[in-house]
């Protein structure tokens, strides 16, 4: 298993986390917090990626979500932390297990094979206007002005208010329930030869630019990713600074990649 990753920041300063085992990779995105939580969402990442790492470790073959509802516990326990006032990460896993490779997304963190982009659509799914009135205001060329942020405090807090129940959408928070409701695949050693996983800070800018070509992006190495974050930076920064081609919630987002090959 060949493992090559980049991340931009690094991880210490990230609110994405990548992190390994022998045989599985984690990416996580902590949510950015435009409402106040207890815990900054770089340490829940942080210990949500820890108890993913040490179960996967400890139990390689083991059922994903069941994996996944005892991390969340974890990471909770560990932090003090209950429903609905905590942060919150996305989930992204693919293991080996052996002829098999495992995959498992919760929220928009995606993974892309050669069968395509398995990813979870639930949040994007949701009509909320609050979404549609700040991309379109930034389209009109407001750039990322003090009421840019109070519209995305607003949409937060519309998004709460569908988090973790039927009908709205699923993440990684403090309910280990949420678990459950991971989206997860398995396919053949042969089929998958090769995934990247992404945090959307990576995948949009890199969808939008029309450097998405994965294949490509899963044979690179670790300083190669590396320059393809860098190079989605400079884009963010000097072609797009106001998010008018792209409307995105941030000028720069977090941005963590890791490409997977398996040695046979």
Not at 36 to 51: C, D, K, M, N, T
């Amino acid at each position: 298993m060949r493992i090559e990753t980049a991340q931009l920041p690094d991880y210490a300063d990230s609110d994405d986390k990548i992190l390994t085992t022998e045989n599985a990779v984690i990416v996580l995105d902590g949510a950015s917090a435009f409402r106040p939580v207890p815990v900054p969402a770089s340490r829940y990442a942080a210990a949500l990626g820890e108890a993913l790492q040490l179960r996967l470790s400890q139990e390689p073959a083991a059922d994903l979500r069941a994996i996944l509802s005892e991390s969340i516990r974890a990471a909770a326990d560990v932090l003090e932390l209950t429903p609905g006032d905590s942060p919150s990460s996305t989930v992204a896993i693919v293991r080996r297990n052996g002829d098999q490779v495992d995959e498992l997304v919760l929220g928009d963190s995606p993974i892309i094979t050669p069968a395509g982009v398995f990813e979870d659509p639930r949040l994007d799914d949701l009509e909320l206007p609050e979404r549609r009135a700040y991309r379109e205001r930034l389209q009109s060329g407001t750039g990322y002005d003090e009421h840019h942020r109070t519209m995305l405090r607003e949409l937060q807090d519309a998004q709460a208010e569908r988090r973790n129940r039927d009908g709205g959408y699923w993440i990684a928070e403090a309910d280990p329930a949420a678990a459950a409701q991971a989206l997860v695949r398995t396919s053949s050693v042969r089929e998958t030869p090769w995934c990247v996983l992404a945090t959307d800070g990576a995948f949009n800018t890199m969808t939008h630019t029309g450097t998405d070509e994965w294949p490509r992006v899963a044979g690179m190495d670790s300083a190669d990713l590396f320059a393809e974050l860098e190079r989605c930076q400079a884009w963010e920064a000097h072609v797009d600074p106001d998010g008018t081609a792209f409307p995105r919630a941030k000028r720069h987002d977090d941005k963590a990649i890791a490409a997977v090959r398996w040695d046979d």
